[in-house]
């Protein structure tokens, strides 16, 4: 996230169980993906939608093994 930054008014800070980055940028179906790549080292805090997004999605897989 330092090297490759998501936009021009990205910050990153280091908080307790990791690092939090703030950053605005477009939803895009790229973007989707690249969070689910992440896996269980991202949390989405904002925005509410893109965040229920990524939530469903998980639950989806989640049934796949299930």
Do not use: C, F
Not at 16 to 32: C, F, P, R, S
Not at 51 to 58: L, P, Q, Y
Request: charged share 25%; no cysteine.
């Amino acid at each position: 996230m330092l090297e490759t930054r998501l936009s021009e008014e990205q910050l990153v800070e280091a908080v307790e169980d990791g690092w939090m980055v703030t950053a605005t940028i477009h939803e895009t179906v790229e973007l989707k993906w690249w969070l689910l790549g992440l896996g269980q080292r991202v949390k989405v805090l904002q925005p509410q939608s893109l965040r229920d997004d990524i939530k469903h999605t998980a639950m989806e897989i989640v049934k796949n093994y299930s």
